[in-house]
């Protein structure tokens, strides 16, 4: 039974490029949240998607959103990259009918220069 | 809003000894789910131990146990017989009951297990 997968592992973007981060949620679920977590830092919630709708969102501007898919993957888009916006992204699935079992995976983390 | 505090950055036990890690959050709900996460160099954020606020009884898996004080909002995680393998950043974290609302969580505790 996989896990949650994201890709890539690592990624290097120049500021004021675009950037798309992927996941994959564990077999079953129905539900994936991306949080970024800042060197040194825990998670922040960035937003939430189910039935491929944005459900909730943090305090994150509008450069970033997001999508999910018919097959409940789901991609991260950040645009207009700034050096702040380096750190590790998390994606995190779970079933939305149980909903506390949040499923983490590896994390993508993003440099930007 | 909701926070949660970690007032220890680092810690360091020796093998096999006890070691506690501290927690405290606010909220105004009565109703919500507490977690502690272990997230080791390999960067995947593992799940360690979960609290249901509305029961009283602590949690416990294997050499995990919490101290859950509802009224003093205080929830700390004691790791018993510590293994060299436990070495990570712990993350208290926090989840209201409502439908799989998100997890906020703390800077985390840096646990350093010497030989």
């Known amino acids: 039974d996989a896990g949650v997968t994201q890709s890539p592992t690592h990624l290097i973007k120049t500021r004021g490029q675009q950037v798309t981060l992927r996941c994959s949620p564990k077999?079953?679920?129905?539900?994936v949240s991306w949080y970024q977590q800042a060197l040194g830092q825990g998670p922040q919630f960035i937003f939430q998607?189910?039935?491929?709708?944005?459900?909730q969102r943090g305090n994150f501007p509008d450069r970033f959103s997001g999508h999910q898919f018919p097959n409940y993957s789901s991609e991260l888009n950040v645009n207009a990259l700034l050096l702040g916006d380096s750190a590790l992204y998390l994606c995190?699935?779970?079933?939305?009918?149980?909903?506390?079992?949040?499923?983490f995976g590896p994390g993508t983390r993003l440099t930007v220069t | 809003a909701q926070t949660v505090t970690q007032s220890q950055p680092e810690m360091s036990v020796q093998e096999a000894e006890t070691v506690t890690l501290s927690c405290t959050y606010d909220?105004?709900?009565?109703?919500?789910?507490l977690f502690w996460y272990k997230q080791p160099p390999s960067r995947q954020m593992i799940l360690v131990i979960r609290?249901?606020?509305?029961?009283?009884q602590n949690a416990t898996e294997n050499r995990f146990s919490v101290n859950f004080q509802k009224a003093a909002k205080s929830f700390s995680l004691k790791i018993s017989d510590s293994q060299l393998g436990d070495a990570a950043m712990y993350f208290c974290?926090?989840?209201?009951?409502?439908?799989?609302?998100?997890?906020?969580f703390g800077k985390g505790t840096r646990l350093h297990i010497l030989p």
């Open positions: 995190a699935s779970s079933l939305v009918i149980t909903g506390t079992e949040k499923y």
């Open positions: 077999s079953g679920h129905d539900t």
């Open positions: 998607y189910y039935e491929e709708e944005e459900r």
């Open positions: 909220t105004s709900e009565s109703d919500y789910y």
């Open positions: 609290q249901e606020a509305y029961k009283q």
């Open positions: 974290a926090y989840r209201s009951a409502s439908r799989d609302d998100k997890i906020i």
